[in-house]
């Protein structure tokens, strides 16, 4: 009865496949062995795929046994363990096993003898947290895949979860010849084994749990059937005919499931996932008894071997101490390979350590593995490819390999090739096969990496070319303005001649000033050097580098603040000096106030360029920081022209005695000004035609969705560009707004208002990225705070606060006080929004490309999900959506009211602005809301064509964001007939 309740499953088979001597039964004879202590342990970091361990003790160190020695270092990596008690000898670079024959970082351990265990805490309750706290606790405890490439655990059982598991595959195949870790493994410890399977099962929850043995290991397969009968156990027990390699991932699973893994993916794509018995074994260690990965069992076999067998060894234990152990005979001894036959590796020195993965040392003796035979030239049998596992043409990848033709043998799956061995070892003319594939491997890995470093190179060239010719034309610039500034001082000078004035006063301080001006520049340029070595220390994660920097980049942005507030008190006690010894004369003044219009001109071209380079790479925080250092010197140059013109003031009232002539000049350069302001408009919308027309051309050629939002965009760059066009044809038009305008004063000041408030929101988003960046350094909150960012965030944020009032206030202000052009501040606004939606396009086009570029390079959907450029894409998503609202949205048309209206006039329409204000603000909400909506609606249609396996849970997020749709859109259709009514009863 007993044993029809015990599950079998069904056993397929799979292309090609050897059959070389097992010679298994050498290590058998003996029980399992348990090696004493070495004099010392060496522990290598990297025992696992990916980033090495970070060493969390140093040289003299009392450790326990079981206690952390190093931590992971990112994502795919482990932790590391002390074996025993003792202390730490070194930290320094010893051989290890690896085919390369190189040294590595080790830690190495000199035992005490005493074997005494940290505090082991054991994860009891196992079943009631959440499994992403057993996978953590799994990473802590250095659990890793056991049976290959040492993949660490929690992040394989992390890419399980993307799609449902149909089977989980425990690998107990061991096919390798020689190996019998796996059979003895099974022998000494079936229960835990069987638990251990229980826990992975609770946390990858498959729909069947296969065990797949061959049926050379009767001991094993009698032991495990009778266990799991007495359990009345679910999990399905495979036995497998012998052949090499059926222990390889995907044959195992071709075996037992008859799916085949598609070229370029992984099992966990097709729902399966695999693990090794001895992981298992680790896993039940780790949970129930609280141990972590400190020991593994080994086989030591081979002719050169007096006592074959296999033993429970610790990490570190040096491969000759194990050699003296199994008492080898050096006469013998011929060739030292960690592995088995086929697919194991000839070590140099018998003084590498055991790790994680070395399931096997054997000791062959001259006969037992010769020496090959020397290569000749292929006789095109095709035995190769009939042996081949993975269903390639080994004789075509040969002829590929040879004549270096790597996208041909990309082409031909080179990458499928599991490196097994079978086709060297049927070769008839002793081709090294694998061998071959190997380096044409590494060779296309080499160049594929090569052409990424050339792909950087090629952009910081081009960063580099186009900051040089930013800086030549800089300097011709500054050369022409200096040009310009000698021939207006000296036509100044010769109307000045009559009156005999001498300026000497205003001479020093313009010097004092001028050596200010050197000494920030040379101190901006000292700041920009140090953030761009800052920023490379923490791309290499150069810990100390990144304190230090941050120091220096601190104490340099105090001294240049400092520098920045000489300027400042210099150029507001220059016209005070000025006045106190003699009376100022108009011509040194307006040399002054030239310069600084001259200088807010230079400003103003090139913060324009950065912002427009901004829009094409919105995420290079290196031109933000340069846009706000320029804002800083804009606002700076503003206040000194704004000084100076005060200042001027009252001179020339004083010192003019035709001011109707005066008035008359100024309005002639305002008018020229503004003639200039018109033509540089005009130039700017009929290239932004251009652009728009050449978009649209290309939208219509792919068939773009966005083809009616880009006409609609060349419709009004068309309408803005004829504006312009019609007032540069009437210039005394411009003339009369100029004449009648003595709103300038006001837009300067709103003008001035907002470079304030950019300012002091670029220094709220500084801090808070500063302070973010000291916490992802691992900085606790008594040190954030010791630093001066909290400080200066708060300050921040009050000043911002302060402005932001001063704004709403200035707002409140009726018209007549204040009549602003309404026409320029919607220009600016249009403008503004179109730079807006313009950054947030690139921000998406951007998050969409590197996603892209990630899939291109295998990453899975974890891994792409673990980076920040989904989230990104979310976020660029809805901010492109809620500035196409806005834009969407009609603006209502300022209403300046008469001069002449009373004051109770003036507060009866605030009365009558407040409630409408309200409804086009809800009108403007609710537009918002509904294209939100409808942008989720679009995404979750995407994601259902994508993931149809999730089509209900999809689904009901479907409904329920159109049942929120259809309450906006009701909404919103009774706020515009509100607004409706509105007007026509006013």
């Known amino acids: 009865m007993s044993a029809v309740n015990m599950q079998t499953a069904n056993v397929f088979s799979f292309h090609g496949g050897i059959h070389p001597p097992e010679n298994k039964a050498q290590s058998l004879q003996l029980p399992l062995g348990r090696p004493s202590l070495p004099s010392e342990l060496i522990l290598p ?6 980033q090495s361990s970070r060493p969390l003790v140093k040289v003299g160190d009392k450790v326990l046994k079981g206690e952390t020695i190093a931590i992971n270092n990112g994502f795919l990596s482990s932790f590391l363990h002390a074996p025993t008690s003792g202390t730490i000898a070194a930290i320094e670079e010893r051989l290890i096993a690896h085919p390369s024959g190189l040294s590595d970082l080790c830690i190495i351990l000199t035992p005490d003898g005493n074997e005494t265990w940290t505090t082991l805490e054991p994860l009891i309750n196992w079943q009631d947290i959440s499994k992403t706290d057993v996978l953590a606790y799994l990473s802590e405890m250095g659990i890793i895949g056991m049976g290959g490439a040492g993949f660490p655990t929690q992040v394989k059982l992390q890419g399980a979860h993307k799609n449902p598991l149909t089977h989980f595959i425990i690998n107990a195949a061991e096919c390798e010849p020689y190996i019998t870790a796996d059979d ?39 032991a495990l059937k009778s266990l799991l009968i007495k359990r009345n156990s679910k999990i399905q027990l495979a036995v497998v005919p012998t052949k090499y390699p059926s222990g390889g991932e995907k044959q195992l699973i071709q075996l037992l499931t008859g799916k085949e893994v598609p070229s370029g993916q992984y099992p966990a794509d097709i729902g399966i996932l695999c693990q090794n018995v001895g992981t298992c074994v680790a896993v039940h260690d780790a949970i129930t008894l609280g141990k972590p990965l400190i020991s593994r069992f080994t086989t030591l076999t081979g002719d050169a071997l007096k006592n074959p067998q296999n033993v429970e060894v610790l990490l570190g234990t040096p491969v000759a101490h194990l050699l003296d152990y199994a008492d080898s005979e050096k006469k013998k001894l011929s060739r030292l390979i960690m592995g088995g036959p086929m697919m194991g590796y000839t070590l140099d020195s018998a003084a590498v350590p055991i790790v994680k993965t070395s399931n096997c040392i054997l000791a062959a003796s001259k006969k037992e593995l010769p020496a090959p035979a020397p290569e000749q030239a292929c006789i095109r049998c095709g035995m190769c490819e009939q042996a081949c596992p993975a269903s390639l043409l080994p004789q075509q990848l040969l002829w590929f390999s040879k004549s270096q033709e790597f996208e041909k043998a990309e082409h031909h799956n080179l990458f499928d090739c599991i490196e097994c061995g079978a086709c060297s070892y049927v070769c008839p ?101 140090l953030q761009k070595l800052l920023l490379e220390a923490q791309e290499n994660e150069h810990i100390e580098e990144i304190n230090n920097l941050q120091l220096q980049v601190t104490d340099q942005e105090k001294a240049l603040a400092a520098l920045e507030e000489q300027l400042a ?14 009376k100022p004369s108009p011509a040194p003044v307006s040399d002054e106030l030239k310069k600084a219009k001259v200088d807010v001109a230079l400003i103003s071209v090139k913060l324009k360029k950065l912002q427009k380079q901004l829009a094409d790479t919105p995420d290079d925080q290196e031109l933000k ?16 022209v704004s000084k100076l013109s005060e ?134 909150e008594s040190e954030i705070e010791a630093s001066e960012w909290p400080k200066k965030l708060t300050e921040a944020q009050e000043k911002l606060a302060t402005l932001e009032k001063e704004q709403a206030t200035e707002q409140t202000v009726p018209a007549a006080a204040a009549p602003v052009s309404a026409a320029n501040v919607d220009a600016d606004a249009a403008k503004k929004r ?14 969409e490309k590197n996603i892209q570029l990630l899939k291109e390079q295998g990453k899975d959907e974890s891994e792409i999900e673990a980076s920040e450029w989904p989230k990104k894409l979310i976020e660029a998503q809805e901010k492109l959506t809620a500035l196409e609202a806005e834009e969407s949205t009609p603006a209502a048309a300022p209403v300046s009211a ?56 999809i689904k009901q997020e479907i409904a329920s964001t159109e049942q929120r749709l259809h309450s906006a859109e009701a909404l919103l259709e009774k706020l515009i007939h509100s607004q409706t009514n509105m007007q026509e009863n006013r």
């Open 45 to 50: 970091l990297g025992q696992h795929i990916g």
């Open 184 to 222: 003895m493994l099974i022998r000494e410890k079936t229960l835990e084994l069987v638990l251990g399977i229980e826990i992975l099962q609770h946390l990858v929850e498959a729909d069947n749990v296969v065990i797949g043995i061959e049926d050379n290991k009767p001991t094993a397969i009698a």
């Open 429 to 529: 003319s002793s081709i090294p096969l694998v061998q071959y594939y190997r380096h044409s491997k590494s060779s296309i890995r080499e160049a594929r990496e090569a052409n990424v470093k050339s792909d950087l190179a090629k952009q910081r060239f081009e960063a580099r070319k186009a900051r040089q010719d930013a800086e030549a034309a800089e300097k011709e610039a500054k050369r022409l303005a200096r040009q310009k500034a000698t021939s207006s001082k000296a036509t100044d000078a010769k109307k000045a001649a009559p009156a005999k004035v001498a300026p000497t006063a205003a001479a020093p301080i313009s010097d004092e000033s001028k050596k200010l001006k050197v000494d920030i520049a040379i101190g901006k340029s000292k700041l920009k050097k």
């Open 569 to 582: 008190k210099t150029a507001t006690e220059a016209p005070v000096a000025a006045t106190a010894t003699t």
């Open 625 to 640: 920081d340069k846009i706000t250092a320029f804002e800083v010197d804009l606002k700076a140059a503003q206040d000194t």
């Open 647 to 780: 200042s001027a003031q009252p001179s020339t009232n004083a010192a003019t005695p035709e001011p109707k002539a005066a008035i008359s000049d100024e309005l002639k350069a305002a008018i020229s000004d503004e003639l200039k302001k018109l033509k540089i408009d005009a130039a700017i919308a009929k290239a932004a035609v251009k652009k728009v027309e050449k978009a649209l051309k290309k939208a219509e050629e792919i068939q773009a969705p966005e083809i009616e939002s880009i006409r609609q965009q060349l419709q009004e760059a068309q309408q803005r560009a004829d504006e312009l066009e019609k007032a540069l044809a009437n210039p005394q038009d411009a003339s009369q707004k100029t004449e009648a305008a003595p709103n300038s004063v006001y837009a300067d000041a709103a003008k001035k208002r907002k470079i304030d408030l950019a300012i002091a929101k670029a220094g709220v988003k500084k801090a808070e990225k500063n302070i973010q960046l000291l916490k992802e350094q691992g900085k606790d």
């Open 834 to 847: 179109k730079i807006d939606l313009a950054i947030a396009k690139a921000g998406v086009k951007k998050a």
């Open 898 to 953: 008469p001069v002449g209206k009373t004051t109770d006039a003036v507060t009866k329409s605030e009365a009558k602005a407040e409630p409408e204000m309200d409804l086009a603000n809800q009108i403007k909400k609710e537009k918002i809301a509904v294209a939100l909506a409808k942008a989720q609606i679009n995404k979750l249609n995407k994601r259902l064509e994508s993931t149809p396996e999730e089509a209900d849970s």
